[in-house]
């Protein structure tokens, strides 16, 4: 890679962390009136660097975005940022298996399965966190409708990012 | 433009795959349940006195962030009053099925409803 490509992939790299920690953040500050129905915005800028380049700059993102969202939410090393931590790794590497079979699903697919792994693996932290209640688990199935509709709009968000970027008109795509 | 997103047979698969086991986990929990009978409040990893859902009855219970309220009337338990950030122990609304519960992770509580059987201690021998 020459110097030039190397610096402008630095320069989206911080761009796209610091568009996912806004994101992170602004929807921390939203109460939403149902439960467990957080769209997990941020996730579109990992889904994005996953697809243009690959596992070790969707994981960077993931891991510069819950820390710089922990340290301005005042929940760095608390448990929901444990939480978001195992949760944001999980849903990368998720995504990134599907990404190994792009021929048979798209985005959409692709968010919708990373949605399902981030919040699984938040549920199964919830269970340990709270003293392996068997009564935490009866969240799954709401927690999975929520994933499979997050999932879809997040695949949906990315796809549209994605080609409006790469356009003519804007030459940001990298 | 026609957009290329949702064109894969895997995306439906997948899709229909999660859909129909949420609907049959959320079937059994929610329409095959039988009634609750007691409450059982579980702070920090201490369970509780249990409750009978039965009674009508107010809970204050402390949790790392404060007190949550904690209301059963009617046959059927609620968070009344939270002071974790989120409030989705509140948004959680009523339960009364056997196997149903409320989360509060920041507050580390958990309200679970259950069957005919007392949770927690069966018998104390001596």
Redesign the interface.
């Given at each position: 890679m020459t110097g030039v490509s190397m610096q402008k992939k630095i320069v989206y790299i911080a761009v796209m962390t610091a568009f996912a920690s806004v994101l992170f953040i602004i929807e921390n500050l939203v109460s939403l009136p149902l439960p467990w129905l957080r769209l997990g915005l941020a996730n579109v800028m990992t889904l994005l660097a996953l697809k243009w380049w690959g596992l070790k700059e969707g994981l960077l993102i993931t891991l510069l975005r819950v820390l710089v969202g922990g340290l301005l939410s005042g929940r760095f090393l608390q448990p929901l940022f444990w939480m978001a931590l195992s949760g944001g790794i999980g849903a990368a590497l998720g995504m990134w298996l599907l990404f190994q079979f792009r021929r048979w699903f798209s985005l959409v697919g692709i968010s919708v399965f990373g949605a399902v792994v981030k919040n699984a693996i938040q549920l199964a932290g919830a269970y340990l966190l709270l003293g392996m209640q068997a009564g935490v688990l009866t969240l799954l199935p709401l927690i999975l409708f929520s994933s499979l509709v997050s999932g879809a709009l997040i695949g949906l968000l990315g796809g549209l990012l994605d080609r409006s970027l790469r356009s003519e008109s804007m030459s940001f795509h990298p | 433009?026609r957009?290329?997103?949702?064109?894969?047979?895997?995306?439906l698969v997948?899709?229909g795959v999660?859909?129909v086991?949420?609907?049959c986990?959320?079937a059994r929990?929610r329409f095959f349940a039988a009634e609750g009978t007691w409450v059982?409040v579980?702070v920090?990893?201490?369970v509780l006195q249990p409750v009978p859902l039965s009674a009508s009855d107010t809970l204050l219970i402390a949790g790392p962030l404060g007190v949550t309220r904690v209301i059963i009337d009617g046959g059927s338990v609620w968070v009344d009053e939270a002071p974790c950030?989120?409030?989705?122990?509140k948004?959680?609304g009523k339960i009364s099925r056997a196997?149903?519960?409320i989360?509060c992770?920041?507050n580390?509580?958990?309200?679970?409803v259950t069957g005919k059987r007392r949770p927690g201690i069966d018998a104390i021998t001596m």
């Open positions: - | 433009m957009p290329k997103t949702m064109r894969k047979a895997g995306d997948l899709i999660i859909a086991f949420a609907l986990a959320l929990s059982s579980q920090d990893g201490t950030p989120g409030k989705i122990c948004a959680a196997g149903q519960s989360v992770v920041p580390r509580i958990v309200i679970t």
